[in-house]
């Protein structure tokens, strides 16, 4: 059954997105992966342009898998089948790097399940097969609602993000959960100052991209779905500190703080976060070590891992960060991560 928010359920650090009052800052866009928002680090596995063999998305029905073995020659059959979509059946709208690290671990708490990949275009779809995946296009006309939807593909390469997440909470059938990963960009702070759940966000008509975020958001809120804002994504070879490494000289300061979390730890909150079956919340994944941009690439450095060499941050007079502190989503939740900083997990010390 779909809990509104305005219900009266047990909201914990929802944000009145519109009304919160804000003091103005001058670049909002600001968390651990600078043009997150222009998505300069999508895996260079992952082209942008439509596959030749694409099928046109409303040509192509969503398939649904007799089992959901890893690898295995499943046979297809039609979605609309009644009684396909099992109690712990989960859609992946965006299996990317993080969706597909979400499906691993949703599979090992949840043998026997199925889980369902909507993707802009069909250039992976042999490799989310092979992972256990039932891939399908964005746009495909879905015949099956599914108890847990999770929102995970960027911002940057639709005109219309509200749009497509509305779509993803129309294939909610209101039970389980429905998550959308949003960004900490939303929170208006850039003194390199502390932020929490609570803090203020941006106020509508600052910045376009932020617009396109917070209403999004809301409408995630309204349907009853929960917001995960997370911080910069890294693994070893993915993150602002590869974007900053190949780029050599980047014309930032270097004192920015930015806000990090493994892109493990992202996929274990969010499987955490699902399986509270909750209504209506914001969260915040960071993992609670912030650091500046200088310290992140004084890490890679020190790591020996990169044979390639970082020169330096050449910025005098842009905005700075925010240090985000995530306990309360952490008590709610009962998560911690793997990997408590980036220098923990590149086994370096501070
Ligand atoms: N990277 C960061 O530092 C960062 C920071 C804060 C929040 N986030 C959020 O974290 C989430 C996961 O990031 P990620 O790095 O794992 O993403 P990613 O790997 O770049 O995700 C790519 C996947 O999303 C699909 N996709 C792209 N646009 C889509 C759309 N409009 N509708 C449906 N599918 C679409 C792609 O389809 P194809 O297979 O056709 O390419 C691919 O499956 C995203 O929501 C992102 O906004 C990221």
């Not at 219900?7 to 919160?20: N, P, Y």
């Not at 895996?43 to 694409?54: A, E, L, Q, V, Y």
């Not at 009853?224 to 590869?242: F, N, Q, S």
């Not at 209504?279 to 992140?296: A, K, M, T």
Request: charged share 20%.
């Amino acid at each position: 059954m779909l809990v509104s928010i305005a219900m009266g359920t047990a909201i914990a650090f929802i944000t009145t997105i519109a009304s919160t009052p804000t003091k103005r800052s001058r670049s909002p866009v600001s968390h651990g992966d600078p043009n997150w928002l222009l998505s300069p680090f999508r895996n260079p596995n992952f082209t942008t342009k439509r596959s030749p063999k694409s099928p046109s998305p409303s040509t192509t029905p969503m398939r649904a898998y007799a089992s959901s073995a890893i690898g295995a020659a499943n046979e297809a059959l039609d979605a609309s089948s009644p009684g396909l979509i099992g109690a712990n059946d989960l859609l992946i709208v965006g299996p990317g790097v993080l969706g597909r690290l979400v499906a691993e671990k949703w599979r090992e708490d949840h043998l026997g399940c199925q889980i369902f990949g909507q993707t802009m275009t069909s250039d992976h779809h042999d490799e989310l097969i092979n992972i256990g995946i039932n891939p399908s296009l964005k746009g495909t006309k879905a015949t099956n609602k599914f108890p847990y939807v999770v929102f995970c593909a960027p911002p940057s390469r639709t005109p219309d993000y509200l749009g497509d997440v509305r779509e993803a909470a129309s294939s909610w059938s209101g039970e389980g959960s429905f998550l959308f990963t949003s960004s900490s960009a939303p929170y208006d702070c850039n003194d390199n100052g502390p932020c929490d759940e609570d803090s203020p966000v941006v106020p509508i008509g600052r910045s376009p991209r932020i617009d396109v975020l917070l209403r999004t958001e809301n409408a995630v809120l309204e349907s009853g779905g929960c917001v995960l804002r997370l911080a910069g994504l890294y693994k070893a070879d993915r993150g602002a500190h590869m974007y900053w490494l190949k780029k050599g000289i980047v014309d930032s300061r270097p004192d920015h703080i930015i806000n990090l979390i493994h892109y493990e730890d992202a996929a274990t909150l969010l499987v955490a976060i699902l399986k509270k079956k909750l209504r209506g919340q914001i969260f915040l994944g960071c993992d609670n070590h912030p650091l500046s941009r200088q310290e992140v690439m004084d890490i890679v450095s020190r790591s020996g891992k990169f044979s390639k060499k970082f020169e330096g941050f050449t910025g005098t007079d842009d905005p700075l960060g925010k240090k985000l502190n995530n306990t309360k989503t952490r008590e709610e939740i009962g998560w911690e991560p793997k990997y408590s900083s980036f220098a923990q997990f590149f086994e370096v010390s501070e």
